[in-house]
């Protein structure tokens, strides 16, 4: 067989061609990055010159050196090292036993209103992964740190102190409970599709309830809790916002906080390091997941029928257990909201009597707000409405470009599983999950500062946002279309294939109206993403295309805290309602299939 | 003509060979069985032929025309192959109704409004599902899925139709109903068929011709009963027929030109051969005896002892034994036999079948007591 003649069949097969594309598109999107990263552990940056008396680009191992083997790496690298496990393990304990307890209550018993909660559940996870953190500083803040005391001091009178208003444990609380609902997904899609009889032989054999629990149930739910564990630890490794929040007020830094000091500020190259070993930490956590999920699969019965298994009554329980269970997801999804609101409303923060409340916060023109800077009112403020409109482009862009490579990707990969080249477009597609998004952003924008190729210099352009969201959120976009291809069968195509429907058609008649819903949560989770994102953004934008989050971070940093805290309503409503509309109209939506 | 040739036709999955150089001709008109164990390479060669998966090494012939060739590098898309596929799981398309299952095909072939019309009516009656049109797949049970499945793929008239055990997923009454019918359309297409079983008796009743796949490896291409009669090794022997043939290992010496003398610690034999017994002369050999030539007699001189009887009315399936050999035997009639009972058995009839030591046909022939 001629080369040209293995060419030609090998890109007769559309989803071949796709796979082509995509190796080069995002060989040079992610590992040049990489490559680009590696290298800038090992040289020195314009900011190091003077401290390291090299000249700029001489390729050095000091940064490594102070990193990894200096007096000064504990407060450098083990501390914030230590910090950040410390807070992560915290935050899956916190996660595992929130979200399975009620992915047990809403899978095994009688509990009332499941639809209700189970809806309410996911709240905290669509919501900013910092506005728990936010509502925890709202509420608790003391004034211990200087500055003014929160609602719980001003309705008590009492000072929270500071292990409990800050550093380790209301990080790990608020983390956790950002991804509790994520268990919850994750453990109770197994509780629903695990074979019932396998519980119920045990229930004949008169096993007492707590035994099937702990010696049925448990062992088969095991593969999902880790696999849950690990995606958590690795998604609160690389929080930025709620150790920004909650740590710095009592110098608590974490690799994160202690990424975007050294990055940001004189030893860039440190910074690289740190991103580095944050890289081969979540790899490595990657790939324990991998060999877990491969376990799963010769561990558990997965049927996908699930018979219907007696549920536990809770008797006198239930109606206590269900009030219980529905007011403290009420506190956890709308609490932070009330705060939000309240303290976009008063006029001297830390007095919330109703003399105090005023609407000029929002309403008030700029004459009406000399004390911040004349800025006017958000509902009339111009520079709001531009951030605001920015970040909806963004997010559609963002949710356009990797929704729909995504659905590429999870089509070829899929269908050329088993090859080579398909395992290498998926990790290639999925890498950008584990770089840090600081690091990430730093990195694009010093290779687009300047003109590459076809591709002009990309500074403060709005295209570098949309890059860079595209690039960081189509390991989402990917994996649903991943998931999405799994649950068709192939022969779902070939019918048309054998009928000689081109490919656009089986594409758009076929595939994609049969899996609408999983499409389009390829499309719904960047977006929401994008909307909510921070981190990524807050090195890349510029005040011409500043961002709803950015503009938030703004506000905070000038201490405008009513301006902060209406910001963060906004955004947290505006997701709130995409997520409603896109159930609503397409049916998608992340607790799909679970609740009662 | 549409006759379907494969000639040394390979397919490798990495190093797996699922296919191994597999020869065949599909004459037009046939209704052909591909019949082997499950992960023998069946549904691999069916996509083959569709073109739904590209062969290693070898050529494929569909009416005189080269679809796929490794050497002259031809490779003739699926819908230009003038064949239709039906899927063991139907793969009906969920968001679109029986209707629209059927004429989506037709719409893209440019049909003009009346003729898909015409068309879709006229397969919906052949295929009793008139009442089900407006229906989506989801809301019909599995034997009428199977029938929208059958009308979708007959739609644009293929002259070749591959089916994949297309009746797998039905209960024992519908699979008996479907046969009858997929042998009615089989007439009325005028269609060559080419059907994927793992099920011996389907693959019997239904083809005109049988291929016995094993491992990738072609075991036997011939009609149901030579098959059944003359199977060409003992995997042959073993997969086709229910109950199972009887295997006796003997050592043989040679009496003349057509009889053996075959014996092992249970049992002293004759077997006289049918035809010339050139090959062998003495050794180990096979005996190959169909439960229906171990007949019971009065004056039969084998006493056996009974093992199991399971009655079912029309017959009944013995398990024999005579010393360690266990034998099957039926019987028809609605007879039963107390466990531990003594009967006398024969062997009747020609059909024996003598295997060489490597489990190859040699002959067959009857046997005698000696
Ligand atoms: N796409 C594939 N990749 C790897 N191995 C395959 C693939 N398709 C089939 N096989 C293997 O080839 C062998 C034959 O498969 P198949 O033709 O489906 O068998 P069957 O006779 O049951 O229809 C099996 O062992 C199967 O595991
Ligand atoms: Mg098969």
């Known amino acids: 067989m001629t080369v040209q003649y293995r060419l030609k069949s090998f890109f007769r097969k559309p989803h071949n061609i796709i796979l082509f594309v995509l190796v080069l598109i995002l060989s040079y999107l992610t590992l040049v990055p990489l490559l680009t990263m590696i290298i800038d552990t090992v040289t020195v940056h314009t900011a190091e010159a003077r401290r390291l008396k090299l000249p700029v680009g001489t390729v050095t191992l000091s940064h490594w050196a102070k990193v990894l083997f200096d007096p000064a790496s504990v407060s450098i690298f083990y501390k914030p090292l230590l910090n950040s496990l410390i807070t992560s393990l915290g935050a899956c304990a916190i996660a595992l036993g929130f979200g399975g307890t009620f992915a047990w209550l809403v899978t095994r018993t009688n509990m009332k209103y499941k639809s209700l909660l189970s809806s309410l559940c996911i709240f905290p996870y669509i919501m900013p992964s910092w506005t728990l953190a936010l509502a925890w500083y709202n509420i608790f803040k003391n004034s211990v740190v200087g500055g003014t005391p929160g609602i719980f001091t001003a309705l008590t009178g009492i000072q929270a102190p500071n292990w409990f208003a800050y550093g380790p444990f209301p990080i790990a609380l608020v983390t956790g409970l950002h991804y509790a609902p994520f268990a919850y997904i994750m453990i109770g899609g197994i509780l629903r599709n695990m074979d019932a009889n396998l519980e119920e032989a045990a229930m004949m054999l008169n096993t007492p309830r707590s035994r099937i629990i702990t010696k049925i149930t448990i062992p088969i739910v095991i593969p999902a809790v880790l696999s849950t564990f690990l995606l958590v630890f690795s998604s609160a490794m690389s929080s930025f916002a709620v150790p920004t929040f909650l740590g710095l007020p009592v110098r608590y830094q974490v690799l994160t906080t202690q990424l975007y000091r050294t990055m940001n500020g004189l030893n860039p190259g440190q910074g690289y390091s740190i991103a580095m070993i944050m890289i081969l930490l979540g790899v490595s956590i990657l790939a324990m997941n991998q060999k877990i999920i491969g ?183 990917s994996r649903s279309g991943i998931n999405a291809m799994f649950q068709l069968s192939k022969e779902i195509e070939e019918a048309g294939v054998i009928m000689g429907i081109g490919w656009w058609k089986r594409m758009t008649r076929l595939v994609i109206p049969i899996q609408k819903s999983s499409f389009i949560s390829g499309y719904l989770l960047p977006f929401t993403s994008c909307m909510r994102e921070l981190s990524l953004f807050i090195l890349l934008v510029t005040p011409a295309n500043r961002v709803l989050t950015t503009l938030l971070f703004y506000y905070n940093e000038k201490g405008w805290n009513q301006y902060s805290n209406g910001i963060n309503l906004l955004i947290v409503l505006i997701v709130i309602l995409f997520n409603f509309f896109v159930n609503k109209v397409s049916g998608a939506s992340i607790d799909k299939g679970i609740g009662g | 003509m549409p006759e379907i040739v494969l000639k040394n036709v390979t397919k490798k999955f990495g190093s797996f060979v699922a296919v191994d150089h597999l020869n065949m001709t599909i004459s037009d008109g046939d209704f052909i069985t591909l019949l082997g164990p499950s992960g023998c390479g069946k549904t ?30 031809i490779d003739i898309s699926p819908s230009k192959r003038n064949i239709g596929f039906l899927f063991q799981n139907y793969a009906l398309w969920p968001h679109m109704t029986v209707w629209k299952n059927i004429s989506f095909g037709l719409e893209n072939l440019k049909w003009s409004k009346e003729q898909i019309k015409e068309r879709v009516e006229e397969l919906l009656d052949m295929l009793k599902i008139r009442e089900f049109a407006a229906r989506y797949p989801a809301e019909l049970s599995g034997g009428q899925q199977q029938r929208v499945a059958i009308a979708r793929t007959l739609a644009t008239n293929p002259q070749i139709l591959l089916m994949d055990e297309p009746l797998s997923n039905l209960d024992a009454k519908l699979r008996m109903e479907m046969r009858t019918e997929l042998k009615r359309l089989h007439k009325e297409t005028k269609a060559t068929f080419v059907y994927v079983t793992h099920d011996q008796l389907e ?56 009889t053996l003398k075959l014996s092992n610690q249970v049992l002293c034999l004759h077997f006289s051969a049918s035809s010339d017994l050139t090959g062998v002369t003495g050794g180990p050999v096979t005996l190959g005896i169909r439960p229906e030539s171990v007949t019971l007699s009065e004056d039969g001189k084998l006493k056996t002892v009974v093992y199991s009887s399971l009655p079912s009315g029309m017959e009944t399936i013995l398990r024999l034994q005579i010393g360690d050999l266990l034998l099957n035997s039926v019987v028809f009639g609605s007879l039963d036999f107390p466990v531990g009972s003594e009967l006398n058995i024969s062997f009747s009839g020609q059909s024996v079948v003598l295997f060489d030591q490597e489990g190859t046909f040699v002959t067959t022939g009857s046997l005698a007591l000696a």
């Open chain 1, 295 to 477: 376990l799963r699969k010769n561990y558990t019965t997965v049927t996908g029928k699930s018979s219907n298994i007696a549920l536990v009554n809770l008797k006198k329980a239930r109606t206590p257990v269900s009030i219980i269970v529905a007011v403290f997801l009420f506190s956890v999804s709308l609490l932070p909201l009330i705060s939000f609101a309240l303290e976009s409303i008063i006029l001297r923060p830390g007095d919330y009597s109703p003399s105090n409340i005023t609407l000029q916060f929002w309403i008030g023109s700029a004459a009406d707000n000399t004390m911040a800077n004349s800025e006017p009112g958000l509902l009339l403020n111009p520079t709001l409405y531009r951030s605001l409109w920015n970040s909806i482009k963004l997010s559609l862009a963002c949710s356009l470009c990797a929704g729909t490579v995504g659905f590429l990707a999870g089509y070829a990969i899929v269908r050329g599983r088993g090859k080579k080249l398909s395992d290498f477009v998926n990790n290639l597609a999925f890498f950008p999950y584990l770089m840090p998004s600081m690091a990430f952003s730093a990195i694009y924008l010093s290779m687009f500062s300047i003109q590459r190729g076809p591709i002009p210099a990309l500074y403060g352009t709005f295209a570098i946002l949309v890059l860079a969201g595209t690039v960081k959120y189509l390991p989402f976009a």
């Open chain 2, 44 to 73: 691999t060669t069916l996509r083959m032929i569709a073109g739904l998966e590209t062969p290693t090494e070898g050529e494929i012939l569909i009416d005189g025309t080269v679809v796929f060739s490794s050497d002259k590098q």
């Open chain 2, 203 to 258: 693959a019997m009743t239904l083809a005109t011709k049988i291929c016995l796949l094993d491992k990738g490896l072609l075991q036997q291409y011939q009609s149901p009963l030579t098959i059944y009669g003359k199977p060409a090794n003992l995997f042959v022997a073993d997969f086709v027929g229910s109950p199972t043939m009887n295997f006796i290992r003997c050592e043989a010496k040679s009496v003349d030109k057509h």
